[in-house]
């Protein structure tokens, strides 16, 4: 099975950074697209970012300039570079990823989330 593991969530003050990784383990043929997304308490779960197979990236106005999604391939992994953090950021991060499991078989999978909290 396929397993996505989170880490580098935790507690920051306003207008600092913090850098969250997601490593996809298991079997599967390809990665169509890995992302971020955040749910705050009380809140529905948004999208922060994506990036594409073939590196595209969108990201969500809200984060746009201080948000940066990267990848390694080798690793099968994504991460999140959160700058200039703001007290409206602070929810749990979830980590996507849309695998390619077989060759006609494409399945998105999450990851537990890791929380980030933003002090004022």
């Known amino acids: 099975q396929v397993q996505l593991v989170e880490s580098g969530g935790g507690l920051v003050q306003a207008g600092g950074s913090l850098r969250l990784s997601c490593a996809a383990s298991?079997?599967?043929?390809?990665?169509?697209?890995m992302g971020w997304y955040r749910q705050a308490q009380g809140k529905q779960r948004e999208l922060v970012t994506t990036i594409t197979v073939g590196g595209s990236t969108n990201y969500a106005d809200s984060v746009k300039g201080r948000f940066t999604i990267s990848r390694d391939n080798a690793k099968n992994t994504v991460y999140l570079q959160m700058n200039s953090l703001k007290p409206e950021d602070t929810a749990v991060y979830y980590c996507?990823?849309?695998?390619?499991?077989?060759?006609?078989?494409?399945?998105?999978?999450w990851g537990k989330g890791t929380l980030v909290t933003v002090s004022s």
């Open positions: 996507n990823a849309d695998l390619k499991l077989t060759m006609r078989s494409r399945v998105d999978y």
């Open positions: 298991g079997s599967f043929l390809g990665i169509n697209a």
